[in-house]
C-alpha cells in the first residue's frame, strides 16, 4: 500500500510540475505577443509621424524651443 502511495505522490508531484512548466510558457508566450502588439502599434505610429513630418507647420513648446530640426 505504502509503494502505491509513494507512485501515486511522485506521478501527482510530476504532473503538477509538468503543468507549472506550462502555464510558465504559457505567460511567457502570452508576454512576447503583448510586446509584439506594442512594437507593431509604436512602428505604425512613427511611420505615420515620418510621414506627416515636413508637411505640419513647426510646433514650437511651451518653454520655446522647436520641434524641428534649425537648417
Known amino acids: ?19 507549472f512548466e506550462r502555464q510558465k510558457i504559457k ?3 502570452d508576454r512576447i505577443k503583448t510586446l509584439e502588439n506594442a512594437i507593431e502599434s509604436h512602428a505604425k505610429i512613427l511611420a505615420r509621424f515620418q510621414m506627416t513630418e515636413n508637411n505640419e507647420p ?11 530640426e534649425k537648417s
Do not use: C, I, P, R
Open 1 to 19: 500500500m505504502t509503494q502505491l502511495t509513494d507512485e501515486h505522490f511522485e506521478l501527482h508531484s510530476k504532473n503538477k510540475a509538468e503543468q
Open 27 to 29: 505567460f511567457l508566450e
Open 58 to 68: 513647426d510646433f514650437v513648446h511651451s518653454q520655446g524651443f522647436s520641434l524641428k
